[in-house]
């Protein structure tokens, strides 16, 4: 009996789910506003957007620190490139120091 609702219906399968579909979306959304109330779904108007807070986030970060004192990166350079994937003795160094301590 399936098999012969796939053959007959396959064709018009578009034609018989998109009501089926629309009408079920439609019973949920009622039963949705119903069960929440009057209230609003949508909560964008409550919470400012992902850019807003980054900016305000990145806006924080920058006026709590002093611009400009800039760390020097020629010191944590490689001399060459066999020197790279080798730990720094000033590295090694400092992580004694601190754990002895």
């Given at each position: 009996?399936?098999q012969?609702?796939?053959?007959?219906?396959?064709?018009?399968?578009?034609?018989?789910?998109?009501?089926a579909?629309?009408?079920?979306?439609?019973?949920?959304?009622?039963?949705?506003?119903?069960?929440?109330?009057?209230?609003?779904?949508?909560?964008?108007?409550?919470?400012?957007?992902?850019?807003?807070?980054?900016?305000?986030?990145?806006?924080?970060?920058?006026?709590?620190?002093?611009?400009?004192?800039?760390?020097?990166?020629?010191?944590?350079?490689?001399?060459?490139?066999?020197?790279?994937?080798?730990?720094?003795?000033?590295?090694?160094?400092?992580?004694?120091?601190?754990?002895?301590?």
């Amino acid at each position: 009996m399936f098999q012969l609702f796939t053959r007959f219906g396959g064709p018009f399968a578009t034609a018989l789910l998109f009501p089926a579909a629309a009408a079920i979306g439609y019973v949920g959304y009622n039963l949705e506003y119903w069960v929440r109330g009057t209230e609003k779904i949508s909560m964008a108007e409550n919470r400012p957007s992902v850019a807003d807070r980054r900016d305000r986030r990145i806006t924080n970060e920058t006026s709590s620190k002093d611009v400009t004192s800039v760390r020097n990166l020629k010191s944590e350079l490689p001399s060459t490139i066999f020197d790279k994937n080798q730990p720094s003795k000033k590295g090694i160094l400092q992580s004694e120091t601190q754990t002895s301590e």
